[in-house]
């Protein structure tokens, strides 16, 4: 792990009770085997950038990747690697899946999952769409193969705005789900009619804007950086909103030397290694009304750890937490994540 890493970790780790019951000794073991393990498995892993810091390093260390989660799917497809194991949540692992079908994909558990995922199940969803035929059907890629298989289009953060805007343009109305915050964002952005279903991230929703109000008059000079799976109020006192990559290149960007980020602190991580030297300061989730249930990291991702990660790598089963996604479905699912793989590609050229 490079000195930069080490601190980054260290400083995370340090007062958190969740890595008190390894010492550092054993967290340095542990590395090591997994190291060891993923290159006997021919694996490779990839990190979601809310995973914890010591996760993100040992996914950089191997020859893996950190990043967001279309990263992350598109890494392991192209990597040469039989085998993905997959820090972070369950629809990412089945994304990997659905964009590398011959390959084994597992994660350090299964129970990792996301609350927009839970939030729209797929009788539900499907009934939904039914209501309204003539809709295009927008998913995020916080669903789970099934919802994907439902929808004309799947979607990232980061190219939302531009998607609908371009579905706009050709006279399309929009049944988008389940991030509603993230939704109502994009219908403002863009003008477009979009009908949205009812969902939200357990992180972004706690977000407060009359603490952050108070924390940027602590931190005047500071940059308020703010994902749009935010609330509103939360999202309208943004200097940059954005998805998790477009969070941290704003940090490298911009002049400022301190940034209130209104997104999982796991970012931190990889903000604090692109920007050395910059503070970060997390968004308030206290305040009227809050009921802190994540306190600004997911408590699936923060389900990613040393332990787990080696207990997949010890033998050809992976104490049972390997993905599968039926052929059918994934052939269904891969139809508009191909759709979004070659929309984001045009973006670029």
């Not at 009770?17 to 060891?36: H, M």
């Not at 010591?54 to 260390?61: D, H």
């Not at 998607?163 to 929009?174: A, P, T, V």
């Not at 991230?201 to 950086?225: M, N, R, T, W």
Request: hydrophobic share 40%.
């Amino acid at each position: 792990m490079t000195a930069q890493a080490q601190e980054i970790v260290r400083a995370h780790l340090a007062g958190t009770d969740e890595q008190d019951s390894l010492t550092s000794e054993q967290r340095s073991l542990y590395r090591q085997r997994i190291k060891e393990r993923l290159q006997a498995r021919d694996a490779v892993m990839v990190a979601h950038y809310y995973t914890d810091p010591e996760i993100q390093a040992l996914a950089e260390e191997s020859g893996g990747c950190v990043a967001d989660s279309l990263e992350m799917a598109r890494f392991g497809r192209d990597h040469p690697a039989s085998t993905l194991i997959v820090a972070g949540v369950r629809f990412m692992g089945e994304t990997a899946k659905i964009l590398s079908p011959e390959k084994r994909v597992f994660m350090p558990t299964l129970e990792a999952t996301c609350s927009l995922d839970i939030g729209c199940p797929e009788d539900q969803f499907a009934a939904f769409c039914d209501q309204h035929p003539d809709r295009t059907v927008v998913v995020y890629a916080n669903t789970s193969a099934a919802v994907k298989a439902r929808a004309d289009w799947v979607v990232t953060s980061s190219i939302a705005v531009e998607l609908i805007e371009y579905l706009d343009q050709r006279g399309e109305k929009i049944l988008w789900a389940p991030d509603r915050h993230l939704g109502g964002y994009v219908r403002d952005r863009t003008g477009a009619d979009v009908l949205c279903w009812d969902g939200a991230c357990i992180v972004h929703e706690e977000f407060k804007a009359q603490g952050l109000e108070s924390l940027k008059a602590a931190y005047p000079d500071a940059a308020i950086l703010v994902h749009p799976e935010s609330p509103a109020p939360v999202v309208a006192m943004a200097d940059v909103v954005g998805s998790t990559s477009q969070l941290i290149s704003a940090a490298q960007r911009m002049d400022n030397s301190t940034f209130i980020v209104a997104t999982d602190k796991g970012i931190f991580y990889k903000m604090q290694q692109m920007a050395p030297g910059k503070t970060f300061v997390e968004a308030p989730t206290a305040g009227s009304g809050a009921a802190c249930r994540s306190c600004a990291h997911c408590p699936w991702m923060a389900m990613n750890g040393l332990e787990n990660t080696l207990a997949v790598l010890q033998d050809d089963q992976g104490c049972g937490q390997e993905i599968f996604v039926d052929p059918a479905l994934a052939a269904k699912a891969m139809k508009p994540l191909d759709r979004m793989l070659e929309f984001g590609a045009s973006l670029k050229r």
